[in-house]
């Protein structure tokens, strides 16, 4: 897992007990690769088109059948949160693609009817029971403890679906982000 830059490390302003506070400004972290084209037509759900024909591609070797399926478009309300998400695609993108991809957050400020239709990601309960979840968590658990905000508490198969939000930073939108609403997160 790459290292936080210090200009994304925002957990120290948000993070409480209570979780993540939570604004009118959201994040997603992506591939460097990306960029151009989030650039050019926004952040588009399940966005990623070579990893998609990668996929399919495989499934087809091995003589399965790919079915794409429409997912949302992540967010959360941490650059800190954004950028771990990011580092996670650079490295997934890694294993089937050539060249140098870095991890970058891009700043989400949605228009005000796009604001009220941002969710939890109670589905993300499913993403944490498995491997790659367990780093998250770990993960998470030294972001609370690095920022005096406790121990990091939640039963993910229990707990309220706001605490996805609060205490993961996890959520979406089911529409497509226009491209004017979304900027490259700088040092």
Sequence with gaps: MSETPSYLQDAKDLLTQDGFATGDIWYHGTSSALLDS???HGLIRSGDKAMNQAAKKTMATIGNSYTESREPVYLTQSKQLAHYWAAQTVRDRSVRFEGEES???????????????VRP???AATLLIMKGGEKFMAWLESVYQENGAGELSIDLMKADRMDYLK????AY????VP????QLVEA
């Design 38 to 40: 989030i650039n050019e």
């Design 103 to 117: 991890p970058v957050v891009l700043e989400v400020k949605l228009p005000e009817n796009q604001q009220t239709k």
């Design 121 to 123: 990601d109670v589905g």
């Design 167 to 170: 205490k993961l930073g996890m």
């Design 173 to 176: 939108i089911d529409e497509d």
């Design 179 to 182: 491209a004017e609403f979304v």
